[in-house]
């Protein structure tokens, strides 16, 4: 019995190779793709119950920019994202990871940064604020991250925590 539908977005074969025997063995269905357009493509005509996106593929953005698309777009909304990423994520104990990331802006330290990633430890709350071409802040909310390279542990840990938050609507 599948306890689930993953879809993996990835430019880099052997990450998705990695990433779908790790969780085919733990029982998940996984779909994948080498980019946000395929990947769209077989979100809307699979409705996975997650998304374990790369943020690098064909732009620098592209994963961020496909997380945005599962907000925005009426079909995929309520598919939960997961980042992978090798960038640093800054640890909050504040609810409010949106603000957090806006005092973070604000901050000397880290006021040029292009991307801030930033998690409650508490409640598991995640997004990501990074600039456009244009120079604006784009926030966009995320269920997780998982760090690069995928360790199996983590990657599970992660699956499974944020689709039992889903739990009733799993296939």
């Known amino acids: 019995?599948?306890?689930g539908k993953i879809l993996v977005v990835d430019d880099d074969m052997d990450v998705i190779t990695l990433l779908e025997q790790i969780l085919t063995f733990e029982g998940y269905e996984v779909l994948s793709a080498f980019n946000k357009k395929?990947?769209?493509k077989l979100a809307l005509s699979n409705k996975p119950d997650l998304a374990i996106l790369d943020v690098m593929m064909t732009t620098q953005y592209e994963g961020f920019e496909m997380a945005r698309e599962f907000i925005d777009n009426?079909?995929?909304?309520g598919i939960p994202t997961l980042m992978e990423t090798s960038i640093e994520v800054l640890m909050t104990t504040k609810p409010s990871v949106q603000a957090m990331a806006r005092e973070f802006r604000n901050d000397p330290n880290y006021k040029e940064l292009q991307v801030i990633l930033i998690r409650d430890i508490v409640t598991g709350n995640s997004g990501i604020d990074y600039r456009a071409e244009d120079g604006r802040s784009v926030w966009v909310p995320v269920d997780g991250f998982v760090r690069k390279p995928v360790?199996?542990?983590?990657?599970?840990?992660?699956v499974d925590r944020i689709l039992a938050k889903k739990a009733p609507s799993v296939s």
């Open 1 to 3: 019995m599948k306890k």
């Open 38 to 40: 395929e990947g769209l």
């Open 74 to 77: 009426p079909e995929l909304k």
């Open 151 to 158: 360790d199996r542990a983590r990657i599970i840990a992660e």
